[in-house]
């Protein structure tokens, strides 16, 4: 029967601690298992090694050049896109357009695009448009209202 106090960990499931640089008699004094000269064998020494081997992985990566603006781009969307999801007549704004799940949130910077000919009316309110499909739903018989 296995009691509280007879419980032990499986063999080799634990190591000792070696003790490094207490003398002859240890087996470990003198060199403390670093062995004899060089720069691991010094104290603070192991760092600048590091370095050097990342200085190849370093220099085979590409330079980025040039300037990425952290401001998230506009969707675009196609008048195609809204002649497919909305009906005649519908006034598009952002809270319409996460409805016809074009968009996640009324928040997401959106940008209608395209010339194509529409069939349908649409009304343009607070969304940006480019100046082809702003020709193509006002050719339609559509307006558009801008910020």
Same mark, same amino acid.
Do not use: C, W, Y
């Given at each position: 029967?296995?009691?509280?106090?007879?419980?032990?960990?499986?063999?080799?499931?634990?190591?000792?601690?070696?003790?490094?640089?207490?003398?002859?008699?240890?087996?470990?004094?003198?060199?403390?298992?670093?062995?004899?000269?060089?720069?691991?064998?010094?104290?603070?020494?192991?760092?600048?090694?590091?370095?050097?081997?990342?200085?190849?992985?370093?220099?085979?990566?590409?330079?980025?050049?040039?300037?990425?603006?952290?401001?998230?781009?506009?969707?675009?969307?196609?008048?195609?896109?809204?002649?497919? *999801?909305?009906?005649?007549?519908? #006034?598009?704004? /952002?809270?319409?357009?996460? $409805?016809?799940?074009?968009?996640? !949130?009324? @928040? %997401?910077?959106?940008?209608?695009?395209?010339?194509?000919?529409?069939?349908?009316?649409? *009304?343009?309110?607070?969304?940006? #448009?480019?100046? /082809?499909?702003?020709?193509? $739903?006002?050719?339609?018989?559509? !307006?558009? @209202? %801008?910020?």
């Amino acid at each position: 029967m296995l009691t509280g106090n007879s419980l032990q960990p499986k063999h080799g499931a634990r190591k000792t601690k070696r003790v490094l640089g207490r003398g002859h008699g240890t087996g470990l004094g003198t060199t403390a298992g670093r062995g004899s000269k060089g720069q691991r064998a010094r104290s603070g020494g192991r760092h600048g090694l590091i370095v050097f081997g990342s200085k190849s992985l370093i220099q085979s990566m590409p330079k980025l050049r040039g300037f990425k603006s952290l401001a998230k781009k506009a969707i675009t969307i196609t008048l195609d896109q809204l002649q497919r *999801t909305f009906a005649d007549g519908t #006034i598009i704004t /952002g809270e319409e357009l996460v $409805i016809g799940d074009l968009i996640v !949130t009324p @928040k %997401t910077r959106v940008k209608i695009v395209g010339n194509t000919k529409l069939d349908k009316k649409f *009304t343009i309110d607070g969304v940006a #448009i480019s100046a /082809g499909a702003k020709a193509a $739903i006002e050719a339609a018989g559509g !307006t558009v @209202k %801008t910020k």
